[in-house]
């Protein structure tokens, strides 16, 4: 297996990190979609504008690092919103059990990162740092708003977490 070099690292990171903050905003829009005008959007608006806040970085930086974003783009695009509005149609609990799964798989794959990036990517390192806080903060939210008892919560979250992680695998590469 040949060794990443840090400019291909740096590449993926970017590359992934824009295609999650984009399928995570597409997540919220779902959710929004059946949600809208109940007690729970405005909860749902407020992580949807911190996902456009990172959104937006990961574009910025997609632009000034030359970075090729992934290809999968229009699958996250369908994929992330019938996720959010499949498990916000089973009510608030599974939309917020949606929103802990993802921020759990998220938070691994930022921590990995953070560890990974170099003293010369502090800039880039300062974004995950923040951006992975205020994925905690979404994940502690959806369990505060009764996630746990979403029926089939582990099946879900599992399920959930596993398609994350094929994401992110994928989206590294393509």
Same mark, same amino acid.
Do not use: N
């Given at each position: 297996?040949?060794?990443? $070099? %840090?400019?291909?690292?740096?590449?993926? $990171?970017?590359?992934?990190?824009?295609?999650?903050? /984009?399928?995570?905003? =597409?997540? /919220?829009?779902?959710?929004?979609?059946?949600?809208?005008?109940? =007690?729970?959007? %405005?909860?749902?608006?407020?992580?949807?504008?911190?996902?456009?806040?990172?959104?937006?970085?990961?574009?910025?930086?997609?632009?000034?690092?030359?970075? =090729? %974003?992934?290809?999968?783009? !229009?699958?996250?695009?369908v994929a992330g919103?019938?996720?959010?509005?499949?498990? +916000?149609?089973?009510?608030?609990?599974? +939309?917020?059990?949606?929103?802990?799964?993802? #921020? &759990?798989?998220?938070?691994?794959? /930022?921590?990995?990162?953070?560890?990974?990036?170099?003293?010369? #990517?502090? %800039?880039?390192?300062?974004?995950?740092?923040?951006?992975? +806080?205020? #994925?905690?903060?979404?994940?502690? $939210?959806?369990? &505060?708003?009764?996630?746990?008892?979403? !029926?089939?919560?582990?099946?879900l979250s599992s399920?959930?977490?596993?398609?994350?992680?094929?994401?992110?695998?994928?989206? &590294?590469k393509i």
């Open positions: 297996m040949t060794r990443k $070099t %840090p400019r291909r690292m740096i590449e993926e $990171t970017i590359r992934v990190d824009h295609a999650g903050e /984009y399928g995570a905003k =597409r997540i /919220y829009a779902g959710q929004l979609a059946v949600l809208r005008g109940t =007690r729970w959007e %405005p909860l749902i608006q407020h992580m949807q504008d911190q996902e456009q806040v990172h959104l937006d970085t990961f574009s910025r930086l997609i632009a000034e690092r030359r970075v =090729r %974003p992934t290809a999968l783009l !229009p699958i996250w695009h919103f019938a996720l959010g509005a499949a498990t +916000a149609l089973l009510g608030h609990r599974a +939309a917020m059990a949606c929103t802990v799964a993802v #921020e &759990e798989a998220i938070d691994e794959h /930022y921590q990995a990162q953070e560890a990974a990036l170099g003293e010369d #990517e502090a %800039p880039l390192r300062a974004h995950i740092v923040q951006f992975r +806080a205020e #994925e905690l903060e979404h994940r502690d $939210t959806g369990l &505060e708003h009764e996630a746990e008892l979403t !029926p089939g919560y582990r099946l399920a959930i977490k596993a398609g994350c992680k094929v994401a992110i695998k994928v989206s &590294e």
